[in-house]
């Protein structure tokens, strides 16, 4: 039991750190290539390497109750999440996107409270808080530049999306009782592509379509790597470890972003910036100790 705990834990970090740069490779990818574009074309990419493994998905049923936790997970994330989080990214830094995130694991236990009837204490609602002042100061205290031209936009956006992604943990969380993590990867990369279809054609009417070499590699990287073996990683974790412990690993997404985002595109916060960060990994470290227990 321990080592099978440690071994979720040990996928979570890792798909953490591979989470981490998936901002600098969004960064990257839109500097020449429309947004949705960008989505469309790594879930197509992950799908197609997913059908590798349609024998594996054989002899599953899925049922209607299946279906609806399915489709929401799937409109959860990868559908209004990454609509959200890569239209952020036109408007914030890869950093201040990446500190956003460690607000995720406390909505993840909020919603674990409400809609999984578990417990939510004083010091778990405190630091919720105490995270969010935190995420709204360092919005606030963001000035436009080349890498966040409207960093308060950026940052409600990349809000909006750690809403959606605490809404895909918990009902990855109950479908992983029933179905294994490849195949709920699999699924998220189908729907995916097609949530992302519709978007990419409207797109492509309205801008266009233009995509650069660098573009290119970063969108094979984030079909690849990110969403076959980052997501393909945190689902697996999910079978192996309480949702509120893996969730909690998630943490660390704001500080591997910041340190890839220094030493590859050369962003930083200021120091108004970095005590605002700091408040949000003080929230995050208060609601840490909680234990949720099932009434």
């Known amino acids: 039991m321990k080592n099978t705990y440690l071994l979720g834990i040990?996928?979570?970090?890792?798909a953490s750190l591979i989470w981490s740069s998936s901002f600098i490779a969004l960064k990257i990818a839109i500097a020449s290539m429309n947004p949705m574009s960008i989505v469309?074309?790594?879930?197509?990419l992950a799908s197609l390497m997913f059908a590798f493994f349609y024998k594996r998905f054989k002899g599953l049923h899925v049922n209607k109750e299946d279906l609806k936790w399915i489709i929401f997970m799937?409109?959860?994330?990868?559908?209004?999440?990454?609509?959200?989080?890569?239209?952020?990214?036109?408007?914030?830094?890869?950093?201040?996107?990446?500190?956003?995130?460690?607000?995720?694991p406390l909505l993840t236990a909020i919603g674990a409270g409400i809609f999984l009837k578990e417990e939510v204490t004083k010091q778990l609602i405190f630091g919720s808080l105490l995270a969010m002042a935190g995420a709204i100061w360092l919005s606030l205290s963001a000035s436009a530049n080349d890498y966040a031209p409207n960093p308060l936009l950026g940052n409600t956006l990349e809000a909006l999306a750690m809403v959606c992604a605490a809404g895909y943990t918990l009902s990855?969380?109950?479908?992983?009782?029933?179905?294994?993590?490849?195949f709920l990867t699999a699924v998220?990369?189908?729907?995916?592509?097609?949530?992302f279809l519709p978007l990419s054609l409207w797109e492509f009417g309205v801008r266009g379509f233009s995509v650069g070499y660098d573009s290119f590699l970063a969108v094979l990287y984030l079909g690849i790597v990110v969403t076959m073996g980052g997501y393909g990683l945190f689902n697996y974790a999910l079978t192996l470890a309480p949702a509120s412990k893996i969730s909690n690993v998630i943490n660390l997404i704001p500080a591997f972003t910041i340190i890839l985002a220094y030493f590859i595109l050369d962003d930083v916060l200021n120091q108004t910036q970095i005590f605002a960060a700091g408040v949000i990994f003080l929230g995050v470290f208060i609601s840490q100790s909680i234990k949720l227990k099932r009434h």
Request: charged share 10%.
């Open 10 to 14: 040990s996928c979570a970090l890792l």
């Open 40 to 44: 469309f074309f790594r879930m197509l």
């Open 74 to 104: 799937v409109v959860c994330e990868p559908g209004l999440y990454f609509v959200f989080e890569i239209s952020a990214l036109e408007f914030t830094s890869a950093s201040q996107a990446g500190v956003i995130v460690s607000t995720m």
């Open 172 to 182: 990855l969380k109950h479908l992983s009782k029933k179905f294994s993590a490849l």
């Open 188 to 195: 998220q990369a189908f729907g995916g592509a097609l949530f």
